[in-house]
């Protein structure tokens, strides 16, 4: 019966944690209070552990304060989404005391459970129950009252588990919308499956197969922008560029195309075209000294030139540190070539491409920050699930970055417009706040699963209509469904109805809906612009 877990178990019940997460992802994604395809607590919560888990595999040793701050600092840079954000504070309190043991037992790692609920509880604003943090309290709970016990880590994690099961299955009556759609809360159910991976390495199980892989999120960058990356974000070091001349008597065209895979195998930007007589040879490799060796095996080398890529980027990096920084810059996250290139238009820096399937970690927004030579930063999540990490990004960074909570895309780009370079710091952040409450927002996208919810009996593949708040229309046809959703929300007060098409749909289409709604509303002015948006077939703004 074990009493007490050293540094190398802690290590695999990390590993094991982000694996059982992993398998089961897409049934946590599934538990969406709304039946819309973006759906994607499990793949926060995945991505943010699996950034831990990452850390914690190139720690050194198996001591548990370095380990610890592994798995703090791969959390905290890898958060996504709410839940991200939660889970990665979550585990900061667990590990704040835990680097302080030699071991831990069940009395210390009940202590570590109670810190991860507190750290949880106040890195959100308003708490609500019915959430991972009633799940992640409950069991910390529990476990202080099981500490008090002679009990073995076996005995303590069922005593855990068993109140956490029964946590989770309470949050649909703490929270109404979540017994509506006939689901518990998403959060708590991925927690729930990360202590089940603890749980499984405790009691001996090392079946788990440990596999994890990089899914980072895409930056869009400017023309300005592109060569200013991270010195980490370039794989390979040196463009090596050279030619092959009087081949080898016994070198044949079959020798040209080996010699192109060798040079697949250890780099990329790969070209090697030419016959007999020349050979021209490019790759960008870290290691130049085989390139050149695979050359001579084929003929005479001519031409050579081996330039650092690492050292052109420091040098870019200087000169963009010694430019003058401006006062502000704005970054804004979305989804969609046709917003990019909108909010690029109205002044933003920098666009980190993101939304509803695909949040940015803290850490993805740490770099955008970084990449904005600016003082003062305005950034724009667009998004409610994107908020916590721009805030985490916040104490990360050492510029003053100032996150105007937009939770849509109409809501951001109003924050753009009424955005100020002549005011000051403090009047922009209260204008663009502000202005978020003269944008109201709609969508539509379909329905993932059979279910009830706002009233509405929902099959799969309905196309709906809705809110930030809730479902107001369904129906068999995109144009249907906007026309019944709009025919709800618009009143006599709105004057502009502005829609952007995904990219699911055509300009053609998109056009014939407008002067079907400028039909129906000849005194409110309807315009169409390509949103290039995924999963949402109209992203809709009323002012």
Known sequence: MQKNINGATFRKMILAGGKILEDNRNYVDSLNVFPVPDGDTGTNMSLTLNSACKEVSAC????????????????????????GVILSQILKGMCTVLSTEKEINVKNFAKAINSGAEVAYNAVTKPKEGTILTVIRMMSEAATKLSKKNLSFEDFFKGVLAEGEQALQMTPELLPVLKKAGVVDSGGQGLMLIFNGFYKLVIGDESVDIKLEENPTPVIKSNAEINLMDLEDIEFAYCTEFMVIQMHKKTTLSDIDRLREKLMQIGDSVICIGDLSLVKVHVHTNEPNKALAYGLELGELFNLKIENMLEENRELKKQKMLEE?????????????????????????YVLEGGQTMNPSADDILKAVDSVNAKNIFILPNNKNIILACEQAKQLTNKNLIVIPSKNIPEGMSACLAFNPEAGIEDNEETMTDSLQAVYSASVTYAVRNTNVDGLQLSKGDIIGLTDSSILAKGSSVDETVVSLLDKIVTEDIINISLFYGNDLTEEEAVKLQEKLQEIYPDKEISCLFGGQPVYYYLISLE
């Open 60 to 83: 050194p040793n198996n001591n548990l304060d370095s380990l610890c701050e592994a798995v703090q600092k791969g959390a905290l840079r890898g958060a996504r989404g709410n839940s």
């Open 325 to 349: 920084m401006k006062e502000y810059g704005l970054i804004s996250v979305c989804a969609g070539t046709g917003l990019v290139s909108i909010f690029k238009d109205v002044g933003v820096d």
